[in-house]
């Protein structure tokens, strides 16, 4: 245990000499490198071998370079033009703007991006779950420098790759086309943007670094997946605002009509009264929309992966983006730090809200799941339809399932299950079509055949 301490201690420093060794060495520099290294330990005793004499040549070709590193002063002048948003296991494409303020012209420069991530506390090292673990060989899952770097991949959440600049002539601008590989939903700090150069020998990379501190915005992947089901046998609740005129309140403005003993003096129309001579009064009827919940599980249990929780964020926000617009309101529910209920917005970008805050929802091991349970039954009553999104299927998860049917809200359960295990529906056993179990690897296939499995199902409206 001390040991494995001492490790995890160590294990940041190290990470940070092989980062900078990466940025600063090129394919010669590391070759360079590994020749320094073999020499080295082959030419300790330099009477029965002349290594040393390579050991000698190699640091003074790494020394130069180094040295010659000093004398690189670009003075650049950057500006980033990036997306709003971009999306999880997809490559994002945006332009980088260069000013060359120096007397000189800029010749031979690359540029990438260089992206900063906090490393990880030792409970968050240690209770992290990553299929790849099963696989690694006895000596990485001991020392688990891997996972580090591994964990390092993933909480600095993408790559950027490198790419040669024109020749930028003084006082002129030029345009760059820069590719990040995005690994993660969340927030992607672009900490600044590197320009290098490499010397003469090159096998060493001068670096300066320009442009001011951003963050971009990353959303889960999303598959298709349809409402159309669910929605036309949506039942109309009282209340919402995405079709109301005025947001605020559920009654809506319907004609003038005479006054009638008994009527709330806050409805008369005096502009009507003093036109007319004779009282009247405003008549309201009360608007009713459909309003579809999406419940999405963070409580991870003991045993389901990462992965597995990663998988119900991309399925909660394939529902959250797939929701038409002008058809009602769509309200999201999960639980953080407290229970958060997120509604969509009206008209264009509706679901913006709702992939904003999925992108950066996280899992709540700790918590029980009946903070969940309360939340979403308590507003029941004003949901039209609701689709759950679940990381297991057990007697807590059934029962809050079994109490909104009773409720009469139309489901779509939807189970995250790690391998091929069955599930038996419980509470959805008289309505099959709206059980499906998800499996990690083949989400995307398992939503393909739910989807075709919806088009000949019963209503869900009346099964409940």
Known sequence: MIFRKFL?????????????????????????????????????????????????????????????????????????????????????????????????????????????????????????????????????RQVGYPRWANFMRWR???????????????????????????????????????????????????????????????????????????????????????????????????????????????????????????????????????????????FLPGETSNACFEEAVSVAASFAYAAPAGTGTLELMFVGERVYQVESGRGPGAADRLLEALACVEATPNQPFARLQKAVVGRAAELSACVCVLLAWDEARREMVARLRNLGVPLLVLVLVDGDADLEPGPMSDCPTRFKRLRVEHVEQDLIREDQAETGSDSPGQAA
């Open 156 to 298: 600095r959440g993408a790559s950027s790759e490198e790419l040669m600049l024109p020749d930028l002539p003084p006082g002129e601008w030029v345009e760059a086309r820069l590719r990040l590989l995005l690994h993660r939903r969340g927030f992607v700090r672009l900490r600044a943007v590197m320009i290098a150069k490499a010397d003469p020998l090159g096998v060493f990379k001068a670096i300066v670094r320009a442009g001011r501190p951003e963050s971009l915005l990353v959303l889960p992947r999303r598959y298709e997946v349809s409402w159309a089901e669910l929605l036309g046998r949506a039942q109309d609740r009282i209340g919402g605002q995405s079709q109301a005129t005025s947001a605020g309140g559920s009654e809506e403005f319907a004609s003038l009509r005479e006054y009638r003993p008994g009527d709330p003096m806050r409805h008369i129309h005096w502009k009507g009264w003093a036109r007319l001579g004779q009282p009247v009064v405003r008549e309201f009827h009360e608007e009713c929309f459909v309003r579809q919940g999406l419940i999405l599980d963070t």
């Open 8 to 140: 995890f201690h160590n294990f940041h420093l190290v990470y940070r000499v092989d980062q900078w060794l990466k940025r600063r060495l090129t394919h010669a520099g590391m070759l360079m490198l590994g020749a320094l290294v073999l020499s080295g330990v082959f030419g300790i005793n330099t009477r029965a071998t002349h290594s040393y004499q390579l050991l000698m040549l190699v640091v003074a070709v790494l020394l130069v370079g180094a040295l010659s590193a000093l004398f690189f002063r670009a003075k650049l002048k950057i500006a980033r033009r990036l997306p709003r948003f971009a999306t999880a296991d997809q490559s994002l494409t945006y332009t980088v703007s260069l000013k060359n303020e120096g007397k000189r012209a800029e010749r031979g420069l690359i540029i990438r991006e260089q992206l900063s991530a906090a490393p990880p506390s030792a409970p968050e090292f240690v209770n992290r779950r990553e299929p790849a673990d099963a696989r690694r060989n006895w000596f990485d």
